[in-house]
C-alpha cells in the first residue's frame, strides 16, 4: 500500500506562482510513476502531468505546458508541482497520483494509489 500526502495548495491571484509537494510513504518510490491530476467543481478528474520513474521523462497536458513543471526527488520520495502563472481557471482540487508501469500514463484509471488532495484558487 502506497500512501501519498499532498501540500502546499492554497489561496493566489492571477499570475502568482505555487508549488504543490508529495510525500509517499513507499520505500520503493523510485519504481512508481508518478503524476498530478486536478478535479474542478463539477467537472472530470483532468490530467495535468507525469513523470518517470527516473525523472528523466515528463508529459504535460495541454491547458498546463509551459507553465507547469513536475520534478521527483526518490531521494526523498517526493514528487513537486511548480506552477507558474496561474490563472483563475487552474482554480481545483490537485491530487497526486502513482502507479507501477514502465511509461508514463495520462489517464486516472491507470493510477491505483492517490492522495487526498490539496485545493489551489486563482482569484483574477
Known amino acids: 500500500q502506497v500512501q501519498l500526502v499532498e501540500s502546499g495548495g492554497g489561496l493566489v491571484q492571477a499570475g502568482d506562482s505555487l508549488r504543490l509537494s508529495c510525500a509517499s510513504s513507499?520505500?520503493?518510490?523510485?519504481?512508481?510513476?508518478m503524476a498530478w491530476f486536478r478535479q474542478a467543481p463539477g467537472k472530470e478528474r483532468e490530467f495535468v502531468a507525469t513523470i518517470s520513474r527516473s525523472g528523466a521523462n515528463t508529459f504535460y497536458g495541454d491547458s498546463v505546458k509551459g507553465r507547469f513543471t513536475i520534478s521527483r526527488d526518490n531521494a526523498k520520495n517526493m514528487v513537486y508541482l511548480q506552477m507558474n502563472s496561474l490563472k483563475p481557471e487552474d482554480t481545483a482540487v490537485y491530487y497526486c497520483a502513482a502507479t507501477i508501469g514502465i511509461s508514463p500514463v495520462v489517464t486516472v484509471r491507470n493510477y491505483k494509489y492517490w492522495g487526498q488532495g490539496t485545493q489551489v484558487t486563482v482569484s483574477s
Open positions: 513507499t520505500r520503493t518510490f523510485n519504481t512508481y510513476i
